[in-house]
């Protein structure tokens, strides 16, 4: 997929999504790989294509890598390290006999081109001089990324797959690795890049969302705000949007702006609203609070336009769960959470909805289409009382059974195709039904 200036997406190329690179210096130059590396190049933003031939057998995603300052000089990681200097066109191998297995990843050094890095499995291979001479390391673990620092080309930062020490420090090209991971959950990691700054700001991915760490700080903050918790496969810096771009396994491609005043989104665990005794009590937890956050309650009555509600001010606690009371009305109300930070960022939970009087018997979900992998609904019947959903695709097969022991309207379907889909709630006696669509 490429993304136009406009915003939109173009598919330009099909087949599986594997590797791809955009010229650092003309946006309609791309590459791209299909299974194994096979390879493409669009010289109009992806408007057309043509084949390349690959130099030689390649993983199921073959890395690519773009030279920093040339931009008819890439290079692939096929069974061995190649550059090319005409944009694709021919290859020259330059880590001779020295590697003999199809690549996971490479880097080269921004600061030094000569500094060439590349893995498979535990094994590091790493020149010094452009390729003419390499030597083998082994890594702590199996390297899923590699990260080389903005201008010292011997300091390099990996991400490995283990569930502990799972992102490694070297200031000496890999001869030494040092765990750089506090703080961290103890699942893989799989991406990270570093932010050109005083602080030298890290970005890592995750199985479950984005860390953030500087030279400032002793350990890793949660910066998944409202990404989905799912694997992080690749992050992007771009410096003049002033964002840091995540792609996501089976979720799509995100986007935040970069840290800024060492303040950071909170992780929303959960909110919910139930309408009970002519009063909605709006509960929701967080975990990453920093000092001086506060949160806004907003209302809307159509699930776009929203005011102010209430005020809450946060306590300051890592993880904090809030309580807030407003009055019930009589048509359907929808509410969100607006985290307001220190330093005047505003981030915001998921919306919400309450069930009107006149909508008795009736089951609501909100908002439909369902974009972000999570089902939330409200019926005549959720007031803090036990039901089971069922979801049925179109054609009558029955996709998913819930049970839940409260009222609170929430299922995750990630797992779930895009689609149509019914939502058939049963509480005691009574049943409602609603339609819905599910698109990522």
Sequence with gaps: MARKPAGNWVDWLGADGMEGLVSPTNANNL?????NGSLYRSTNG?????????????????PLASHPTTETTIYGGWTGFYRSTNSGSAWTLLSGATITAALDDIAVAPSNTNYLY???GNALYVSTDGGT???TRTAPGTISDICVHRSIPDKIYITTTGSSNNVQLSTDAGATFTPISTGLPSVAARSVVIENNAVQGLYVGMNTGVYYKNDTMSTWQNYTGNLPTVAVNELEIQ????KLRVATYGRGVWETPLFVGGVVAVKWLS???IKNNGRVQLNWKVNGEKPNTKYEVQKSSDGSSFSAAGLVNGSGMSTADYVFADAAEKNTRYYRIKEITADGRNYYSHIVAVMGDGRAGKLLVAPNPVTDGNLRFSFAGADAQSFEADIYSTDGKLMQVHKQMDGAGFISISHLPDGVYTLLIRQGKEQYRASFVKKD
């Design 271 to 273: 909110f919910t609203a």
């Design 31 to 35: 590459w791209g790989t299909s299974q």
């Design 133 to 135: 001479n390499w030597v």
């Design 46 to 62: 992806g408007n057309s294509y043509s084949g390349l031939t690959k130099p030689s057998a390649g993983n199921w995603v073959t």
């Design 239 to 242: 410096y003049n949007a002033g």
């Design 118 to 120: 590349a893995s498979r």
